[in-house]
């Protein structure tokens, strides 16, 4: 009974005026098809699941796609034990993951990882060993970096975080996360968690920073989408999509949807990076 | 032996009953079948008294099964007074007026969703603790706090129908030598309903063992014990919920299964205690 993986289920269906045949031809190939697509894993992934999964559904009444989160490593073992069609997930599937389920990965964004803290707070610029030791508890009060004499607050992950993965190891360098960090359980959470404590420093995905969280630069480089995509900001991964075997029918128009320019757009308005 | 209906439905409820039990005891077993790779891999007992640091090699679930006993605890403690208080009123010392609103109120409160409280608890507890308390605000207090309202309506409806129940004959009996409504409830009411008020203490301590979502909100489900109401702690339920999504076949994923089979145990004891109470009393009378 995890209701932080919300299942969001937009169902836009009838009665929708915006199904006006205002959008591209992209969505044309949906034309006739009926059924369902359900897609979980990755938090980061969500916002551009949900407004591809509109768009189709407000033009394609025949069709629902049900959007759920969870984590990357629960959407890469659900699609793997066919719980659902596609599972998002915010790095590579291992190749331990991929060989017994025949996973076929696809890579439609590009997305940083960004060390957050409250607005509010005077340090917004750290070296990569000053993260080290912040998060390994080696420095614990922000005054010893210039901000407020109160204690440092560290937010991280859980263990199925894509997200927790690649800012550990491009970031941390593997190194120590304190065992005192709190655990939290999605992008949108960590985002909520960061927002509302001004003594805490956290990482989300780079398309899910909003003015209630401030970037840290990190060894001179401010995380945005521009340094993301020039490559100066190296935190930063891929966001796939998994099938299990070569995709089919809806599935595969989906994910060809995600690679059209009308996709790729929906990537670019939600802050991520397009891979064209 | 006849086909009536008697016996027809006799041996329904009997199936019933088998099929009930046969579901219960086999969760237990494919618990402990699941758990067995971790179990072999570090040892039975270090699963139970170890730390926990997957990237050590490290599985033990101590840190949490100590993290669920400081959240539950506390909140079945706070929730006590609360729900004494609240169900003396209703049953016997509110006015009648009084008394409806208050019911209907509790009864409400059951229906509300959990992460209705968990969200309110973020946004107002979190915040009002992190600043007159300092810490992270993401605590044991904070999730003891808001599981201790969580389960006293069922506290409270609890000690109601049990202080409801008594004998009306004893009570109008103590009426009529003199007895004013806080002594009639103190020493006639009260002993009598004892018994029943103990169940409903322990299935609401049975409720805060359990319940998953306050704890992974509201307690920062930091991976080392608590040492104070202050620190950040993970219960059995929320380290089963942030898990749940690692590779299934790691040991990391097997560890959801000793935490199943400790809660499983929790909350064992706790039925076992209200039966054995159940018992004492029948015999007594």
């Not at chain 1, 959407?75 to 025949?102: C, F, H, M």
């Not at chain 2, 490290?58 to 079945?76: D, F």
Request: proline fraction near 5%; include cysteine; aromatic fraction near 10%.
């Amino acid at each position: 009974m995890r209701k932080t993986s919300v299942r969001v289920l937009v169902i836009f269906f009838a009665f929708c005026f915006s199904a006006s045949p205002c959008f591209g031809e992209a969505l044309d190939a949906f034309e006739g098809q009926k059924g369902t697509i359900k897609i979980a894993g990755g938090t980061a992934h969500i916002p551009v699941m949900k407004e591809a999964a509109k768009r189709i559904m407000t033009r394609y009444k025949g069709i629902v796609i049900t959007v759920g989160g969870g984590g990357s490593g629960v959407g890469i073992k659900q699609v793997g034990e066919g719980l659902v069609d596609i599972g998002n997930s915010g790095r590579a599937p291992r190749p331990e993951e991929i060989e017994p389920y025949d996973l076929k990965m696809f890579k439609w964004a590009i997305d940083g990882v960004a060390v957050v803290v409250h607005p509010a707070n005077p340090v917004k610029s750290l070296t990569k060993d000053r993260l080290k030791e912040i998060f390994s508890e080696k420095i614990d009060n922000w005054k010893t970096l210039g901000g407020a004499d109160h204690a440092i607050t560290v937010y991280t992950r859980d263990e199925a975080s894509g997200t927790r993965e690649v800012f550990w190891e491009k970031a941390l360098d593997k190194d120590l996360i304190s065992k005192k960090a709190l655990f939290i359980p999605s992008n949108g959470a960590m985002k909520t968690a960061v927002a509302n404590d001004p003594y805490a420093i956290g990482y989300v995905s780079v398309g899910h920073m909003d003015p209630s969280v401030a970037p840290v630069t990190l060894d001179g480089v401010t995380p945005t989408i521009e340094t993301v995509a020039n490559g100066q900001y190296k935190v930063s991964r891929g966001l796939y999509s998994n099938t299990r075997g070569e995709p089919k029918g809806l599935t595969k128009l989906f994910i060809d949807y995600l690679f059209t320019a009308e996709g790729q757009q929906i990537v670019v308005d939600n802050g991520f990076i397009s891979v064209k | 032996m006849r086909f009536s209906s008697e016996n027809i439905a006799r041996n329904v409820f009997f199936l019933c009953t088998i099929a009930g039990a046969v579901v219960i005891s086999s969760i237990l077993l494919f618990m402990i079948a699941l758990g067995l790779p971790l179990f072999k891999e570090s040892s039975f007992f270090s699963v139970w008294t170890g730390p926990w640091d997957p990237y050590q090699g490290l599985y033990g679930i101590l840190p949490m099964i100590i993290g669920t006993l400081w959240i539950a605890l506390p909140a079945t403690v706070l929730a006590l007074p609360l729900s004494l208080g609240t169900a003396f009123v209703i049953t016997i010392l509110g006015g009648s007026r009084l008394r409806k609103i208050l019911g209907v109120l509790v009864r409400f409160m059951t229906g509300i969703p959990t992460v209705v409280y968990g969200f309110v608890g973020i946004f107002l507890l979190v915040p009002l603790i992190r600043e007159g308390f300092g810490g992270a605000g993401m605590c044991v207090l904070a999730a003891s706090i808001v599981l201790a309202i969580l389960i006293s309506p069922t506290m409270i409806l609890f000690f109601s129908d049990s202080l409801t129940s008594v004998n009306p004959v004893d009570v109008r009996a103590a009426k009529a030598l003199g007895a004013d409504r806080v002594q009639r409830l103190l020493y006639v009411i009260l002993p009598k309903a004892f018994g029943g008020m103990t169940s409903g203490f322990i299935l609401a301590m049975g409720r805060a063992l359990g319940d998953t979502l306050i704890a992974l909100m509201l307690a920062g489900n930091a991976i080392r014990a608590p040492r104070g109401v202050l620190e950040p702690a993970r219960t059995l339920t929320a380290h089963i919920a942030l898990v749940k999504a690692a590779d299934f076949n790691s040991l990391e994923f097997r560890s959801i299964f000793a935490c199943g089979i400790a809660l499983y145990l929790f909350t064992t004891t706790a039925v076992v205690a209200v039966r054995f109470m159940d018992y004492k009393r029948s015999v007594v009378q």
